[in-house]
């Protein structure tokens, strides 16, 4: 049975790729992002429940667009 990885992990999942792929660090995810720094560090270190949808969104919209 395969594990479906829940929203916090997938945006840990994406986070860790901005880091390592892009070169980025938890302070220039924040400020791209528009979210603090501690809840980067909150979602990366799987700390924070479920992120809000703004989080989330936001997020989402950085990573897609360093992956252009």
């Known amino acids: 049975m395969r594990h479906e990885p829940s929203p916090s992990e997938q ?38 429940r479920q992120p809000s949808y703004e989080v989330g969104h936001r997020i989402e919209r950085l990573y897609r667009e360093k992956r252009r």
Not at 29 to 40: D, Q
């Open 11 to 48: 945006f840990a999942s994406m986070l860790e790729a901005l880091k390592t792929d892009h070169g980025m660090t938890p302070t220039a995810i924040a400020k791209e992002a528009g979210i603090s720094r501690a809840t980067v560090w909150r979602l990366t270190n799987g700390d924070s």
